[in-house]
């Protein structure tokens, strides 16, 4: 084709502009370039479409990507033929003549790149007739999506394990923003490829500032995060598609340009909220995790968690949207006990079978243990994808105000007895009543004046004891027992630390009232 006697340099400044690769790039290009498979990490920004679109280009035959959606293969296509490159999109929301377009090109060969989904590339009559085509490589894009275990499944990418039967000797090229150990595993087992070369970025993003509060008072937190988001754009997510259409609502009535977006929404209502994303406006998107991958908007200046994800992995590459232009982008993770408790409960009931349970548990579990942690958070989240960050990375909000620790072994004793001796049938804020010895109908009714816990925790703020109560919610001492958020005791957990054969060390939480970000600028 075009340039087969051209060098990957060469079409990197000749066709994309680039003066250098960054990073990996060059060693991902080469493997391809040899037809050698490989699986290439790097994060959000990092770079990813010039390691496959350059062998696609340089080696005979035509680059297929697959790719999970259409919205994203729909962009890619739009900046490759902004760049003179003959690109197309092979997906369900064709119109004939494209279609007819497409299919002239591919039979005189002149399509340079094919976007597929996988659904469409495994149909029999596409593979029979893509597979009497040379391809160049085949790239896996958003390769995480056929991991069962992670939070963008999708059960059509298991089928791509066929690959090498109807495309022999075609290199493949997998390619994802998710790092963690076990879904790389995953990648790589699901298509086969376990001894090839993998190209791992560092997932470290020095312009994205990393602050985790516990949740007080859920709208002033978020309209105090967004404060600093200036004309570029935000996202809010929100665990429930009812709660982003409520939250989107009072951020409008505050003056917020706010819309929500979900997967309950029709295709134009979506189109329609991409579009005004993507056209550059300041405004804020109140999305459920259906706001996701493929956006690619540079300014995202602030991403905001009112719910808490449910892995580190899911987490990561939520807030990897911000600041993708390289300037500073703030990300605000909010949660609570009763968050926790509820996550994990409903996880027991699930009807998921024990393997896939035990890996969410586990990820639920790093997650809570990375929303208390009183250490640098970028350590401990690229922890979590087996990547050793040396030093504190002086951008969260443990590395620029230290969290201090205290010995809480009694507050611990008091919070436990007082779920004891209300019979582990109350939540928070009834326990929290009760501690501080307020008089309430309901404290009443159940008598609660009158146990030996009532009071003893008078000096102390509510949100004081919420935040012991929610730390022993974290650590294992207290579980929800019910549907509802009433809390009772793990005895394993709970007696050592009762009986004060255990010490408790517990964060000293922030000031609530510490605006986020904004009293930390650099
Ligand atoms: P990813 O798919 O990994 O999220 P992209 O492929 O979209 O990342 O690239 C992210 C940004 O980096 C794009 O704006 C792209 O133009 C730019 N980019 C990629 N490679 C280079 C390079 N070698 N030099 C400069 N900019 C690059
Ligand atoms: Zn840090």
């Known amino acids: 084709m075009r340039f087969e006697n051209a060098t990957p340099e060469d079409v990197l400044s000749r066709i994309f502009g680039f003066s250098s690769f960054r990073g990996f790039q060059a060693e991902a290009v080469a493997s391809a370039m040899r037809g050698e498979d490989a699986l290439v990490l790097m994060p959000t920004g990092g770079g990813k479409s010039v390691c496959y679109q350059i062998p696609a280009l340089c080696r005979p035959g035509m680059g297929l990507v697959i790719s999970p959606l259409i919205a994203l293969m729909d962009d890619q296509v739009a900046a490759l033929r902004q760049l003179g490159v003959n690109a197309a999109a092979l997906h369900s929301e064709l119109e004939a003549d494209e279609l007819a377009r497409i299919r002239s090109d591919l039979n005189r060969g002149a399509l340079e790149i094919l976007y597929i989904s996988p659904e469409r590339l495994l149909s029999p009559g596409t593979s029979a007739w893509l597979s009497r085509q040379r391809l160049s490589i085949i790239a896996v894009d958003e390769a995480h999506c056929i991991s069962a275990w992670g939070h963008e ?45 993998q190209l791992t970025a560092s997932f470290h993003r020095p312009n994205l500032y990393i602050f985790v509060r516990p949740k007080t008072s859920e709208i002033r937190q978020l309209t105090e995060a967004l404060a600093n988001r200036g004309d570029g754009a935000s996202i809010v997510y929100c665990g429930s598609r009812n709660k982003t259409e409520r939250i989107a609502k009072s951020l409008r009535d505050k003056g917020f340009t706010a819309l929500p977006f979900h997967a309950g929404l029709s295709p134009q209502e979506k189109r329609a909220i991409l579009t005004r994303f993507r056209s550059g406006e300041p405004i804020v998107i109140v999305a459920t995790i259906a706001f996701g991958m493929g956006i690619d908007r540079p300014d995202v200046r602030c991403v905001v968690h009112l719910d808490m994800p449910s892995s580190p992995e899911a987490y990561y590459q939520q807030i990897g949207r911000a600041g993708r232009d390289g300037q500073r982008a703030d ?51 690229l922890a979590c994808f087996g990547e050793n960050f040396p030093t504190p990375c002086s951008h969260c909000d443990n590395c620029l105000s230290p969290i201090s620790v205290f010995d809480g072994t009694e507050a611990a004793q008091k919070v436990l007895s007082a779920v004891y001796r209300t019979n582990q049938r109350f939540g928070a804020v009834h326990l929290t009543t009760v501690l501080r010895g307020k008089m309430t109908e309901a404290v009443e009714r159940h008598a609660h004046q009158h146990l030996s816990v009532f009071g003893v925790g008078r000096d102390r703020s509510e949100a004081w004891w919420r935040g012991i109560i929610r730390q022993l919610i974290a650590r294992g001492a207290l579980r929800m027992s019910g549907e509802h958020n009433t809390l009772g005791l793990s005895p394993e957990v709970a007696r050592p630390i009762l009986r004060g054969e255990e010490k408790v060390m517990l964060r000293e939480d922030p000031i609530a009232t510490l605006r986020t970000g904004a009293a930390l600028n650099t």
């Open 153 to 197: 499944f999708r059960p059509e990418y298991r089928a791509l394990a066929n690959l090498p039967e109807i495309f022999p000797g075609v290199p493949r090229m997998a390619l994802t923003a998710t790092a963690d150990p076990r879904t790389r595993e995953d990648i790589l087992q699901a298509l086969g490829m376990v001894d090839s070369k």
């Open 331 to 381: 990300t605000v993770l909010l949660y609570g006990g009763e968050d926790m408790a509820r996550a994990r409960y409903w996880l027991e009931q699930s009807n998921a079978p024990d393997s896939e349970k035990r890996v969410m548990q586990q990820r639920l579990e790093s997650m809570i243990a990375f929303t208390e942690t009183t250490g640098c958070r970028t350590q401990a989240l």
